[in-house]
């Protein structure tokens, strides 16, 4: 039974910009369309890994209901513009950014950013500064996770008391639809075409978001799967194994990892299964955005490589 369901491939990636995408996939079995896709949809939106801030301080302010001197926006505004800020951060560890302005426009592009941390959208508004000699400094902390942070656990974990605590929505998935139609191969024409609409806040692509969360449900299920997994629709047994020449020579982007490594891996110039294998621990320890989980899921791959 396992081997007459198709396996379906991405047939078509369309553009819509740098925050949005198309994605087609098929041939699907019937009924496999709707699957997929609200499988899809549910993780896109849930599960993905982004960057929010999750507190801040303004030198001067105790609480958010107040004003500062000599700006336009009360706390509470500066404090939603904030949430509105796009980041994307390489660490899985909190990271403290601060911007010193005096008069004019504060926006985001104006944090002292790192290698671990970008601004996505740089114009995003931050606070208006109308008398030229007043002074703002503001500190804020930026967290990776996914999903929503309510306010309470922001709170709890403030790496400073006199922080004000933010409720953070991780997700750089914005918006994903879903249709689904008829498919056909060669007689077959009971078959399902999948359509994903995939929009994001620019810290990620909608391929690479796409792919994580395939790579989510693979994981998933593969637990479930026990020794059924190596089973289902698989001729390995008449395909010869990869030699280890060919492997070490794989690129880092078909070892399956998960799109947030691989990009660690690929921007520490780490392109290949040799370099990644060359590595000791603690070269493995030094590379730029790259955490223990990421070296958790980097040392449990090689291991099923058999290095």
Same mark, same amino acid.
């Given at each position: 039974?396992?081997?007459?369901?198709?396996?379906?491939?991405?047939?078509n990636?369309?553009? $819509?910009?740098?925050?949005?995408?198309?994605?087609?996939?098929?041939? @699907?079995? +019937?009924?496999?369309?709707?699957?997929?896709? +609200?499988? #899809?949809?549910?993780?896109? $939106?849930?599960s993905i890994?982004?960057? =929010?801030?999750?507190?801040?301080?303004?030198n001067?302010?105790?609480?958010?209901?107040?004003?500062?001197?000599?700006?336009?926006?009360?706390?509470?505004?500066?404090?939603? +513009? @904030? !949430? &509105?800020?796009?980041?994307?951060s390489?660490?899985?560890?909190?990271?403290?950014?601060?911007?010193? !302005?005096?008069?004019?426009?504060?926006? =985001?592009? %104006?944090?002292?950013? +790192?290698? &671990?941390? !970008?601004?996505?959208?740089p114009?995003?508004?931050?606070?208006?500064?109308? %008398?030229?000699?007043?002074?703002?400094?503001?500190?804020?902390?930026? *967290?990776?996770?996914?999903?929503?942070?309510?306010? *309470?656990?922001?709170?709890?974990?403030?790496?400073?008391s006199?922080?004000i605590?933010l409720?953070?929505?991780?997700?750089?998935?914005?918006?994903?639809?879903?249709?689904?139609?008829?498919?056909?191969? /060669? %007689?077959?024409?009971?078959?399902?075409? $999948?359509?994903?609409?995939?929009?994001?806040?620019?810290s990620?692509?909608?391929?690479?978001?796409?792919? *994580?969360?395939?790579?989510? #449900?693979?994981?998933?299920?593969?637990?479930?799967? /026990?020794?059924?997994y190596?089973?289902?629709?698989?001729?390995?047994?008449?395909?010869?194994?990869?030699?280890? =020449?060919? @492997?070490?020579?794989?690129?880092? &982007?078909?070892? /399956?990892?998960? =799109?947030?490594?691989?990009?660690?891996?690929?921007?520490?110039?780490?392109?290949?299964?040799?370099? $990644?294998?060359? #590595?000791?621990?603690e070269?493995?320890?030094? @590379?730029? /955005?790259?955490?223990?989980?990421? !070296?958790? &899921?980097?040392?449990?791959?090689?291991? *099923?490589?058999e290095?």
């Amino acid at each position: 039974m396992s081997k007459s369901i198709l396996s379906p491939s991405v047939t078509n990636v369309e553009s $819509l910009g740098d925050d949005s995408a198309v994605i087609t996939i098929e041939p @699907l079995a +019937n009924g496999y369309g709707q699957t997929l896709g +609200n499988s #899809l949809r549910r993780v896109l $939106l849930s599960s993905i890994n982004g960057s =929010a801030i999750t507190a801040f301080k303004i030198n001067g302010v105790s609480h958010e209901f107040t004003t500062i001197p000599g700006v336009k926006e009360d706390v509470v505004e500066i404090m939603m +513009n @904030l !949430k &509105e800020v796009t980041f994307k951060s390489h660490s899985e560890e909190p990271v403290e950014i601060t911007v010193t !302005k005096k008069g004019g426009l504060l926006t =985001a592009g %104006d944090f002292n950013t +790192n290698s &671990e941390v !970008k601004v996505v959208k740089p114009d995003q508004l931050i606070a208006t500064i109308d %008398d030229p000699s007043a002074e703002v400094t503001i500190t804020i902390v930026v *967290e990776t996770g996914h999903g929503y942070q309510t306010i *309470e656990k922001s709170s709890a974990n403030r790496l400073h008391s006199d922080y004000i605590a933010l409720d953070a929505v991780f997700s750089p998935v914005t918006r994903v639809r879903y249709s689904v139609g008829d498919a056909r191969v /060669g %007689d077959s024409v009971d078959l399902d075409k $999948l359509t994903l609409t995939i929009d994001t806040d620019g810290s990620i692509t909608p391929v690479d978001a796409f792919e *994580e969360a395939a790579a989510i #449900l693979v994981d998933q299920y593969r637990v479930l799967a /026990g020794k059924a997994y190596k089973m289902v629709g698989n001729d390995s047994a008449a395909t010869p194994a990869p030699s280890a =020449a060919s @492997l070490l020579d794989m690129p880092i &982007e078909e070892l /399956g990892l998960s =799109a947030r490594t691989s990009n660690a891996l690929i921007s520490n110039d780490i392109c290949t299964v040799n370099d $990644l294998v060359s #590595l000791s621990d603690e070269e493995m320890n030094d @590379l730029k /955005g790259f955490g223990n989980k990421a !070296k958790e &899921e980097v040392k449990a791959r090689v291991a *099923e490589l058999e290095f």
